[in-house]
């Protein structure tokens, strides 16, 4: 059983809609949470960044982590034909055991259609 | 800034052959790491180097090696490409203890 799991979609949405994202996990140890956004032949880069649980807002982007349930999510307001990308989730524990060594989800694949 | 860099894009190997992927990032970072990606598998870390001079097996390491060339280059070789290894390749850097990694354009292999 894989430590992260994530639905792949693809997530149909209308233009202007809510995009809800969200990935499970396994291991208690992870403290650090992140998103990544990768377009069709492109590398990835990071939307958001959180430590331990809570919610972090960015612009039309929030991420919400509950450590209880082992459960990240990621929402996207207003979302845009822009937004039509492969969302990944990543994490780690952060010590130095762990030092450097994501755990990604396979990506959720979005598309916004106008 | 370029950012980071990766070389070749694309290419096709024969079972056997053998190839390097090379990797540069102009940001002084002290960390880099080299992933596969694999549909429905996700980012999987092959090696990383957490500073120049040292190198670290990931969750894939098997049939691979890597050089930590210097402080900006860290390249990846296929020493007898195998198709279990046809994937998409990408190179990532970062300060420190890497919760905000920087990644390439990735590099396609095909091996027939």
């Known amino acids: 059983q894989k430590e992260v799991e994530q639905d792949p979609g693809p997530l149909s949405v209308p233009e202007g809609a809510i995009v809800s994202l969200n990935c499970t996990y396994s291991?208690?140890?992870?403290?650090?949470f992140m998103w990544y956004r990768q377009y069709s032949r492109k590398g990835p880069e990071l939307l958001m960044y959180t430590y331990s649980s809570g919610n972090k807002e960015d612009g039309r982007f929030t991420a919400q982590v509950d450590k209880s349930s082992k459960y990240i999510s990621l929402f996207i307001r207003d979302s845009q034909p822009s937004d039509s990308a492969t969302y990944l989730c990543?994490?780690?524990?952060?010590?130095?055991?762990?030092?450097?060594?994501?755990?990604f989800g396979a990506g959720t694949q979005v598309v916004v259609t106008p | 800034n370029a950012g980071v860099t990766q070389t070749p894009k694309f290419q096709v190997l024969k079972t056997g052959q053998s190839m390097t992927l090379q990797c540069a990032q102009d940001m002084n970072h002290n960390s880099m790491y080299w992933y596969r990606q694999d549909p429905g598998m996700g980012l999987r870390l092959i090696y990383y180097s957490a500073s120049e001079g040292t190198t670290d097996k990931g969750e894939v390491p098997n049939g691979y090696n890597v050089s930590r060339l210097n402080k900006r280059e860290f390249s990846l070789r296929l020493e007898s490409a195998a198709p279990s290894q046809t994937s998409v390749y990408f190179c990532?850097?970062?300060w420190g203890n890497g919760n905000e990694q920087f990644f390439g354009p990735g590099t396609r292999l095909t091996v027939l």
């Open positions: 990532a850097s970062t």
């Open positions: 291991n208690s140890a992870f403290q650090y």
């Open positions: 990543a994490m780690t524990g952060g010590g130095t055991d762990s030092w450097g060594k994501f755990q």
